[in-house]
């Protein structure tokens, strides 16, 4: 049977409390069961916070992960742009060690000039290196999740991270659907979408889940995301993925990134309980 956790990319747009904990704290009032700490904007959190985090979510059975800044890019020919953008994984990794999140997600990077070949070469250089690192700080637990993105420009296919998976085990892709579904000129076959994930054998998924705006690319069949819709969008349909997943023995967490947040999380809930779920 599925076992499935479900919540939002932030706190909750319903909390009277805008703390981290207090995000969690709604979550758990809403009976939702997943929650995403972002630090999309920068690293504001300090170590002492993320343990209270981490006690707070433990005591209300939350499963955590957390959300790694937008400025990254690991394919980076500049020094010091590279460091930078490692700094800002690491520490965020370390917030995810102290809370007991299990994954810190980022978008990997853009191909640039050197191309496709040349970028995976250099992410998995700099995964490598982060990996040295969190293990010398005795940092454990936390997997680099890399996204699957949104724009032809970024490095992120399913098959790319995968592919990174395959050279560094504590690197696992992190499927967003909604991007997925843009790259793809909005279309999107979760069957083949969810055997790729299965082919990995991981013991737990994690995925973010928003109906997308995009923009066709000049390749036919090809597309760039635009902006988050609700799931009243479908675009992607969100029921058909929550079919399929009934039919899988999976362990997976839907982050909800759509603008009303933790209401999309509970549509996607109900839709889950209509056909059958039981939490």
Known sequence: MVKIFLGPAGVPLSSKDHSTIGGIRRVAELELNAFECEFVRGVAMGNETAKEVGTVAKELNIVLSV???YFINLCSTDKRKLEASKKRILDSVERAHFMGASVAVFH???YGSPGPEKAFEAIVQACGDMLDRMKSKGIKGVKLGLE???KLSQFGTLDENSAVHKELRDCVPVVDFAHIYARQGGEIDYEKVLDKMETLKLEHYHSH????????AKVSGQGNERRHLDLGANQPPF???????MKRKMSLTIISESPVLE?????????????????
């Open 209 to 216: 889940f928003t109906s997308m705006d995009w923009t066709p």
């Open 67 to 69: 959300h790694c800044p």
């Open 148 to 150: 699957t993105t949104g």
């Open 108 to 110: 990997p990077g853009f």
């Open 239 to 245: 029921e058909p993925l929550a079919k399929e997943l």
């Open 263 to 279: 209401q999309d999380s509970l549509v996607m809930k109900q839709t889950f309980e209509k056909l059958g779920y039981k939490w």
